[in-house]
């Protein structure tokens, strides 16, 4: 059904047609010579009155293509300058306040919204990435680079991939692929084939997706040879489909083998194939830049004879090689024939290739027929069409209503469906005017109306965000009284504000009215409430919320559980909330084996190992029989309080009950190592090894790392020495501290080494260790290169980032060229540099004097947001 407006402009054709006819010039006249005709005012005979209803109906047609949101972030981001890429602050919270709930969706819709511009484009993603309730995903990364890579901007892709690599977040969606993407995308396709050719010597491939990206990259570039090989690929997987035959289609036809492109589009048709327009618009859009149109209009009468696909697509490239050729007319008579015949209706960018060369020829009658065409079909304008209005408008002498279309360009923004003071609150929210916005939902509350849950919810945002909260639990309470509950988000975002404003007595409050109105709080509400008692030390609600929690159906983690507890034992009087606690939860959820080590956790946790003892003895008079579990649990409170004589007494009693384990006695050396008492550590891990049982690895390499840190080197070789007996091999943490302590202990670590050496037992794997402490010692000059070095260290343990970091220290003591190259190297091979390998090589450069280098590294390693050290800072 026509709006009022609509059915005004619809009946009045026929006279703003002989208007145009009377005051515009006759194409033949003026279509090749006049572009801008001298403007002829046309006198309305009520000119305030229907200049302004057209204007009106024009104005109410541009209002559908505002999305005021989107607007309003585009307007913050601009107001920092066209080259500040830096997000002030005020920008920070002027995004912040519009009430945004980021989707993957949203985010889209708002890069494509403008996606010309580049600047504010970035600033959003960058803004949308630091929220902490939103991470970006493939979708919206590969939207970026499309908009970067349009503009050619190259290095801001580069640049934003090295980023995100350090984003643990985007590892979660297939981050491999996504470089890939962002590369082909960026032109950067030695990189992203590099990256591919990686990612399958691991074992991983590309999905579908990502494979086709890369191979259009590979089109668009012209690596034709490339191209057979990932399409061979694409193939092999059995991930061709339509998109495939589309690119393969562009790979033809930009080779100029449009033969070839045709037969391969026929083979495909004969074997029934379902294909999208697009592979036929391809093959049109070639032969028309070929200067082929007879050929390319024969293939579409022909292909829309056959109907074997949608032509919609196909048409309107139709239409704009047909305009850009200055076949103009025949441009509109092929519109007017499928508009009739098959009732085509074309985009709107096709829209506006018409209109604009019809307004450049001055053929006004036929662009209004095509803007009433438009407002018929309900096409939304976008920015060229409401410019090619006001220059209709200018070109036919109707000044009124180009000068009411300009008053009115603050109005052209998109209307909520919904009641005039949603709208009126949300734009207030918009606009900052926050109290004033609050005022007015009273007000209007308080005469029986009653907002849209989504306007609620913004100015709820609004008002937590400003700070202004005790607005907003009046708002919150004054609705709660006349039943009218906001949606979850809502008030669990009131609820988290009120807690992080270390206002959680109120949020307590809030919660209270949820109840009241059997309003069942979610989860996470719980969460929020819970956490910020327990950060208030307020255990007693803690432990009544976390109770409540679970009468309510919900399951608390194993995290918020033994933070309560820990909570509740370090109020005052901790023994009576403790069992208070412990009693309700037995009473009302049961008596079982996790309840009662969540209780015995928190004790330890808190350092109270008599109330964990005490529950550990509640647990074997309520029958059940403690497990490993329980028993480690314990063993680990007192380890952890500091009373080592009860810890070995309690180990004494458990290993009288049921026969230690290894996991018990590493619980015992572990423990023990951390209080620093290596002598009742080493004692522990002999009493295993005498009972037949071979200690665990980290065992080993916390004694072995205590006695390193106290300069007792004979106990740690000979624990080395005893640990190849037991069949262990050493591991990267124990290969590392040896290389740490052989630098550091002036020599003391390879005497040690040589005191404790058998020549006639020494094994390969023994020498090749001692040979590196010796080096690392610097008992002997490195005389082998790099590469010798790392083979050695892989044969006897296991190489990491650290590994390699100790080996870059050892280098670039006198062998820097050596150093840079094996961190080429570490990075080829998949490791990721940290803050101390760039710090070495920049270290080592400014101490060997290479001051110009060791500036590039500095700025590469502040770009990829590391801080140097203090040491090195000195140098800088």
């Not at 949308?128 to 939207?143: E, I």
């Not at 005017?433 to 945002?461: C, H, I, W």
């Not at 009693?653 to 009742?680: H, P, Q, W």
């Amino acid at each position: 059904m026509p709006t009022p407006k609509l059915r005004y402009i619809t009946k009045t054709r026929s006279f703003l047609s002989l208007l145009l006819f009377s005051n515009s010039y006759s194409s033949s006249s003026s279509a090749h010579h006049l572009s801008t005709p001298p403007i002829t005012r046309y006198q309305f005979a009520n000119p305030a009155s229907e200049s302004k209803e057209i204007a009106s109906s024009f104005r109410d047609w541009f209002r559908t293509s505002k999305k005021p949101v989107f607007d309003k972030i585009f307007t913050i981001l601009n107001a920092g300058g066209d080259e500040d890429l830096v997000f002030t602050k005020k920008e920070d919270s002027g995004i912040g306040q519009l009430g945004i709930t980021l989707t993957e969706s949203f985010v889209l819709e708002v890069l494509n919204y403008k996606n010309d511009d580049i600047l504010s484009c970035l600033k959003f993603f960058d803004w949308a990435g630091r929220q902490p309730y939103f991470n970006h995903t493939r979708s919206t990364c590969v939207a970026l680079f499309k908009i970067l890579g349009r503009a050619k901007l190259t290095s801001t892709i580069v640049d934003l991939l090295d980023s995100l690599t350090k984003q643990r977040s985007m590892h979660r969606v297939r981050f491999n692929d996504m470089l890939v993407m962002g590369y082909a995308l960026a032109g950067k396709l030695d990189v992203a084939l590099q990256v591919f050719g990686r990612m399958r010597f691991h074992g991983l491939d590309l999905d579908g997706v990502a494979y086709h990206i890369l191979l259009n990259s590979l089109v668009e570039e012209g690596c034709f040879d490339v191209v057979k090989v990932v399409l061979e690929q694409i193939r092999m997987r059995g991930l061709q489909n339509a998109v495939t035959h589309s690119i393969v289609m562009k790979n033809l036809c930009k080779q100029g083998q449009l033969e070839e492109a045709e037969k391969y589009l026929r083979d495909l048709l004969n074997d029934k194939k379902t294909l999208p327009g697009r592979i036929c618009s391809v093959l049109v859009e070639a032969l028309c830049k070929d200067k082929r149109f007879s050929h390319a209009g024969m293939l579409i009468q022909e292909f829309g004879e056959m109907e074997a696909f949608p032509l919609d697509e196909v048409y309107g490239i139709w239409i704009k090689n047909l305009v850009q050729a200055g076949k103009l007319d025949d441009a509109m008579e092929f519109f007017h024939t499928k508009n009739s015949e098959e009732g085509y209706i074309p985009e709107v960018f096709r829209y506006n290739i018409l209109i604009c060369r019809l307004l450049k020829e001055n053929r006004l009658k036929e662009v209004f027929d095509l803007l009433l065409d438009m407002k018929e079909n309900k096409i939304v304008p976008d920015k060229v069409t409401m410019n090619a209005v006001l220059c209709f408008f200018c070109k036919a002498g109707m000044m009124d209503v180009v000068l009411n279309l300009y008053d009115m360009k603050a109005e052209f923004e998109f209307t909520p469906h919904s009641l005039v003071y949603n709208y009126v609150i949300n734009t207030l929210c918009g606009d900052q005017s926050t109290d004033e916005a609050y005022q007015m939902l009273k007000n209007t509350m308080k005469r029986g109306y009653f907002p849209g849950k989504r306007t609620f919810s913004v100015l709820a945002d609004a008002l937590c965000r400003e700070g202004k909260l005790d607005k907003m639990k009046d708002l919150v309470i004054f609705a709660m009284e006349r039943k009218f509950i906001p949606v979850d988000s809502a008030y669990e975002k009131f609820i988290r504000a009120l807690c992080r404003a270390k206002r959680v007595e109120d949020g307590y409050v809030i919660h209270g009215e949820l109840n009241r109105l059997n309003k069942t709080p979610s989860e996470t509400t719980y969460s929020y409430l819970i956490s910020g008692f327990n950060q208030a030390s307020r255990g007693d609600f803690a432990s009544r919320l976390i109770i409540e929690m679970q009468d309510k159906g919900h399951a608390p983690s194993d995290r918020l559980f033994k933070s309560v507890v820990h909570c509740v034992c370090e109020m005052e009087n901790p023994e009576k909330h403790f069992l208070h606690l412990l009693e309700m939860q037995l009473s009302r959820f049961g008596s079982d084996q996790r309840t009662f080590s969540y209780f015995i956790y928190g004790a330890g946790h808190a350092k109270k190992p008599e109330l964990a003892r005490a529950v550990y003895e509640m647990m074997e008079r309520a029958g059940i029989v403690p497990n490993l579990n329980s028993d480690i649990l314990l063993l680990k409170c007192y380890l952890k309080s500091g009373k080592i004589a009860d810890a070995l007494s309690l180990f004494d009693e458990f290993s009288r009950r049921r026969m230690a384990g290894r996991k018990m006695y590493n619980t015992m050396v572990v423990g023990l190592c951390i209080s620093g008492k290596e002598d009742y550590a080493s004692a522990i891990l002999k009493q295993a090894r005498d009972n037949g049982l071979t200690p665990s690895l980290n065992s080993y390499e916390e004694l072995i790392k205590l006695y390193c840190s106290k300069n007792k080197y004979d106990h740690a070789i000979e624990l080395i020495n005893d640990l190849e007996k037991v069949g262990r091999k050493i591991s990267s943490f124990l290969g590392n501290v040896l290389l740490l302590h052989a630098m550091r202990s002036s020599g003391d670590l390879h005497k040690a080494w040589l005191r404790s050496r058998d020549v006639s037992n020494e094994t390969p794997s023994s020498k090749m260790l001692g040979q590196l402490v010796e080096v690392f010692s610097s008992r002997v000059s490195l005389d082998s290169k790099a590469e010798d070095l790392e083979e050695v260290i892989q044969k006897c343990f296991p190489l990491d980032l650290f590994s390699y970091n100790m080996m870059l220290r050892k280098l670039s003591i006198n062998k820097m060229d050596e150093a840079c190259q094996l961190f080429k190297r570490l990075c080829q091979k998949g490791y990721q540099p940290n803050r101390w390998t760039y710090d070495i090589i920049v270290h080592g450069l400014y101490k060997h004097g290479r001051i110009a280098e060791a500036e590039l590294w500095a700025d590469q390693m502040l770009r990829r947001g590391y801080v140097p050290t203090e040491c090195t800072h000195a140098f800088i």
